[in-house]
């Protein structure tokens, strides 16, 4: 008798409906404004390229070659590295960011948990339900696929 685990059911949620409208409706509501800029280029950053969350925190701008329209990952969660293309969309989002030569892309969050507590937030605004930040990398997977 085998003795691991067996593995976890996938998730397949993406955007339903208007669902994305109404996130990025929640994400720029008063409340929210010290996170809106930081959280917007996460989801732009998500759904431009397919990248993980904790890849997006941990990108320096070092790793970032707008001209080229790339990112250079060093390590993933896989453990190896990875060249990420942009999209305009991608290096528009990246331009519009603040930026110190030697830091952090992202410098709002410090931590997945921090970005996730900050979609959570936004999702519950929105009336959004069972929407997880990893669930942007299906949905971009799912929009780049041919059809």
């Not at 603040?98 to 507590?117: C, E, H, M, W």
Request: charged content about 25%.
């Amino acid at each position: 008798m085998s003795t691991d685990p067996k593995p976890g059911k996938g998730r397949d949620r993406r955007f339903v409906g208007d669902e994305e409208k109404r996130l990025r409706e929640a994400i720029n509501r008063p409340e929210a404004r010290g996170t809106t800029r930081w959280l917007t280029a996460c989801i732009d950053l998500a759904l431009e390229t397919g990248m993980r969350a904790g890849e997006i925190l941990s990108t320096d701008w070092n790793q970032v070659n707008l001209e080229t329209g790339v990112i250079q990952l060093s390590e993933t969660k896989n453990g190896s590295a990875r060249t990420v293309p942009l999209t305009a969309k991608a290096v528009t989002t990246l331009r519009n960011l603040p930026r110190q030569i030697a830091g952090r892309v992202i410098s709002n969050f410090y931590d997945t948990s921090g970005l996730d507590n900050a979609l959570k937030r936004a999702c519950l605004a929105a009336g959004i339900e069972n929407f997880h930040f990893h669930d942007l990398r299906h949905e971009a997977a799912s929009r780049l696929a041919p059809h």
